[in-house]
């Protein structure tokens, strides 16, 4: 299935050695014997990215394989490692862990990235700061339980939030700072949004995935929202429906939850809630210039949804970054 490509340009004023674009991927989800959609998929990926001209370097945004016992099969991790292979031949990569990597972490797939991290051209990031192609890179994996809204309601987001704060990363405001991490949420929650104003000013870039389109939590599910916050509603399922609502399931924040399809870039940190949608055929401009307070955040749809929902099946996706310097304002 042909690739779609949401194309995005980040201008910013500050100081970076050249312009640089990055092609972010998220979710390819392999696993033994489903369909075959999945390697459809990502063959479909590779062959659209070779039509992308000047790749500075990938990030590879987690939930790379979709449980363990993938994780085990030898086939399926080598049609993964191939590639990776084939990526780095294009340009560096590098790899950040998402909830399925974290999920089914045993000895065995700990050993699996040490053998990624051997390949040429492949770097493995976990909550840890690298300078990159003059960018300050800082990959952010919060715990597990962060991912867990059903269990944990919006607890899981102070979850994310106080995981963050004892990682004590270095942000200095002269530095592009890039960051990336696996879920949206992890980053923009109103706990951070709250007391983390210092963090926005400082972070230009965030690249996430995890939401596969709004296949886990659709636009389609805002009627339910609606419902509950009516006193006077008849709604026959109330109890149940207001049970995950307030445990975050449905509304664990009023923006990435009911994002138009849980796919754009939006500024946040000062809980401005307008999502830019991208273009596939010219490059939907970002002016980080002015917007000096806040981070933008871009989500990829994702390369494979079909793990979200069983044999639904849509076209891959990636992002496109173009970050272009510009004169500072006088």
């Not at 300078?131 to 987001?157: C, N, Q, V, W």
């Not at 916050?229 to 924040?253: H, I, Q």
Request: aromatic share 14%; with cysteine; proline share 4%.
């Amino acid at each position: 299935m042909r690739l779609v490509i949401d194309k995005y340009e980040a201008f910013t004023d500050k100081k970076i050695k050249k312009p640089l674009k990055i092609v972010l991927i998220s979710d390819t989800h392999l696993a033994k014997n489903k369909m075959l959609f999945e390697k459809i998929n990502l063959r479909s990926t590779l062959k659209g990215i070779e039509k992308i001209k000047s790749i500075d370097f990938f990030v590879l945004d987690g939930d790379y394989v979709n449980t363990a016992k993938d994780y085990l099969d030898n086939d399926t991790f080598n049609f993964f490692v191939d590639f990776i292979k084939k990526l780095a031949k294009i340009a560096p990569v590098i790899m950040v862990r998402g909830n399925h990597d974290l999920y089914f972490r045993t000895n065995r797939t700990d050993e699996t990235y040490r053998q990624l991290q051997k390949l040429d051209n492949v770097t493995l990031l976990e909550n840890e700061q690298i300078d990159f192609l003059g960018l300050r890179i800082t990959a952010f994996l919060p715990p597990r339980e962060s991912f867990h809204a059903t269990k944990y309601g919006r607890h899981s987001m102070l979850i994310s939030h106080e995981d963050f704060k004892k990682k004590h990363f270095v942000f200095n405001e002269e530095d592009f700072n890039l960051v990336l991490t696996h879920s949206p949420l992890s980053l923009s929650n109103k706990y951070m949004e709250e007391k983390s104003k210092d963090f926005f000013k400082k972070c230009d870039v965030v690249l996430s995935g995890h939401m596969h389109n709004g296949l886990i939590f659709s636009r389609n599910l805002e009627w339910i929202v609606k419902m509950l916050k009516n006193e006077n509603s008849k709604n026959p399922f109330k109890k149940t429906t207001k049970r995950y609502a307030d445990s975050g399931f449905w509304y664990v924040y009023k923006t990435f939850f009911l994002i138009r399809g849980c796919r754009g870039a939006r500024y946040f940190g000062l809980n401005n809630n307008t999502v830019y949608l991208p273009s596939s055929k010219e490059y939907s401009p970002l002016k980080l210039y002015d917007h000096k307070n806040e981070s933008v955040q871009i989500i990829t749809k994702a390369v494979n949804k079909y793990a979200v929902i069983p044999f639904y099946v849509g076209r891959p996706s990636v992002v496109e970054l173009k970050i272009t310097p510009i004169t500072p304002k006088n």
